[in-house]
């Protein structure tokens, strides 16, 4: 299976209103999550991120998104993708995200880790999300793919941008994807797996010798790997019923050397 340029870097309308997102509740307690490694230093899981009901309050909220079908016919060199999305700069649901969920702890580890973080030293932490992870991207994206729809084999790729923080803002770069997948069989929906493909491109870390097809589970999130290291991957068509995902992306610090963000 041939690899596929990354999909264009594509961003809200600055026009785009911040939508009335409802809140955060029920939520388990942070205490009861955990990151679950699928594939060392590429995929990792974590459970039960949003519970059943909280994710069906979302799937009826975001039906009532203005959602925009993407092209069927891709531009030269990207991936073909095709399915209904909104996107929206918005920092602080992108806080909210971070800091209310439990992931921010998950992520960075806190006080009383509790194995919530793995159990990890600051330094692996640092190596593993590469570098200090200090937010979500704001770029919040909205997929829905209904029966039909799925999204070619790509790389996501990393986005540098300045996070609003104080006491001044942050230089940032995205180093690993997020996907919350809010629907899945028991919901009626039917594939949509994402699927990571063994990597065919040279020199490569951690490639992998045979397909990783990560099945939908309601409430569930996906970290990945993106940028140079991004394993290449798909949406698989759905066949059955709707799959609605929202995207994110962990942000690190960039470090200043000799006057340059890097």
């Avoid at 880790?113 to 030293?121: C, I, L, P, R, S």
């Avoid at 084999?153 to 180093?175: G, R």
């Amino acid at each position: 299976m041939p690899p596929k340029k990354p999909v264009l870097k594509s961003k809200p309308s600055p026009n785009t209103p911040r939508p009335n997102w409802p809140v955060f509740k029920p939520l388990l307690p942070s205490s009861d999550l955990a990151l679950t490694t699928l594939l060392p230093s590429q995929i990792i899981l974590i459970h039960e991120f949003f519970t059943q009901k909280l994710c069906s309050t979302y799937v009826k909220f975001l039906n009532t998104l203005p959602l925009v079908t993407t092209p069927g016919k891709p531009k030269r060199g990207d991936a073909l993708r095709f399915n209904d999305r909104y996107q929206v700069n918005d920092e602080l649901f992108a806080r909210r995200l971070w800091e209310a969920t439990g992931l921010r702890e998950l992520v960075c580890g806190g006080e009383e880790e509790d194995g919530k973080g793995g159990g990890m030293t600051e330094e692996e932490r640092r190596e593993l999300w590469g570098g200090e992870v200090v937010g979500l991207n704001p770029s919040i994206r909205i997929y829905r793919y209904t029966q039909g729809q799925y999204f070619d084999c790509h790389y996501d790729e990393t986005n540098d941008l300045v996070l609003a923080t104080k006491p001044s803002p942050t230089p940032v770069k995205t180093t690993w994807t997020l996907l919350l997948y809010l629907t899945s069989p028991t919901t009626g929906c039917q594939g949509g797996e994402t699927v990571f493909h063994p990597d065919e491109l040279p020199g490569k870390k951690n490639t992998v010798e045979k397909e990783i097809a990560v099945g939908l589970e309601t409430g569930m999130a996906l970290l990945h790997k993106h940028g140079h290291d991004c394993l290449l991957h798909e949406g698989r068509e759905v066949t059955e019923g709707e799959k609605w995902v929202i995207r994110s992306d962990l942000c690190v610090r960039k470090e200043k050397s000799k006057g340059v963000f890097t």
